[in-house]
């Protein structure tokens, strides 16, 4: 079926780097963009970054601009994020989600409404 | 970054109740918004989108409306497995903001 899994999360200290993977099955992943969206505990959901099919355009939250890194290996059906300099706020269940992408006969686009999400992974960041 | 006020924070409806949440930005997003359901642990899920296409698969009890700054998901008659919590999002600009959220209960 149509998935989305991550992983990569852990404990990590202020200051260190971790990677996340989201690894895509069900669907072709070369076809869709996907964004990572995370949520602190207890909080509401915020938006962190967004990769476009093919990998050629990227677009990050501020808060995270510099320091994180959205990637995609087509081949592999995996979206990458790397998180460098973390912070403690950065404390958060990690989620990937699938952009809905609608075709007509004739062409294809984005609603940028995020339709297939993974369970989420735990980043931890603390001393 | 376009600011996004979900009303009401939470509510305690009853099973059948009609049940309305308004989301409200900062500035005009003409029809761009979506609206999720997130129940606990869980991740959420996509239930409209562009203010009011229904997502395949989501119950016809939900509608959404609204465009410009103003919009409303409406559950027409309630059931146990909408207790959740609901949040909207605009896509009309980078960063795609979130609201708050509203919290749902059932009675």
């Known amino acids: 079926q149509v998935q989305l899994v991550e992983s990569g999360g852990g404990v990590v200290q202020p200051g260190r780097s971790l990677r996340l993977s989201c690894a895509a099955s069900g669907f072709t992943f070369s076809d869709y963009a996907i964004h990572w969206v995370r949520q602190a505990p207890g909080k509401g959901l915020e938006w962190v970054a967004v990769?476009?099919?093919?990998?050629?355009?990227?677009n990050y939250a501020d808060s995270v601009k510099g320091r994180f890194t959205i990637s995609r290996d087509n081949f592999q059906n995996t979206l990458y994020l790397q998180m460098s300099s973390l912070r403690p706020e950065d404390t958060a269940v990690y989620y990937c989600?699938?952009?809905?992408?609608?075709?007509?006969?004739?062409?294809?686009?984005?609603?940028?409404?995020?339709?297939?999400w993974g369970q989420g992974t735990k980043v931890t960041v603390s001393s | 970054d376009i600011r996004m006020t979900q009303s009401p924070s939470s509510l305690s409806a009853s099973v059948g109740d009609r049940v309305t949440i308004t989301c409200r930005t900062s500035q005009s997003i003409a029809k761009y918004l979506n609206w999720y359901q997130q129940k606990p642990g869980k991740a959420p899920k996509l239930l409209m989108y562009?203010?009011?296409s229904l997502q395949s698969g989501v119950p016809s009890r939900f509608s959404g409306s609204g465009s410009g700054t103003d919009f409303t998901l409406t559950i027409s008659s309630l059931q146990p497995e909408d207790s959740a919590t609901y949040y909207c999002q605009q896509i009309y600009s980078l960063p795609y903001t979130f609201g708050q959220g509203t919290k749902l209960e059932i009675k």
């Open positions: 989600a699938r952009d809905k992408r609608d075709c007509s006969s004739t062409s294809c686009f984005r609603h940028d409404a995020f339709d297939i």
């Open positions: 562009d203010a009011s």
């Open positions: 990769i476009s099919y093919d990998g050629s355009n990227k």
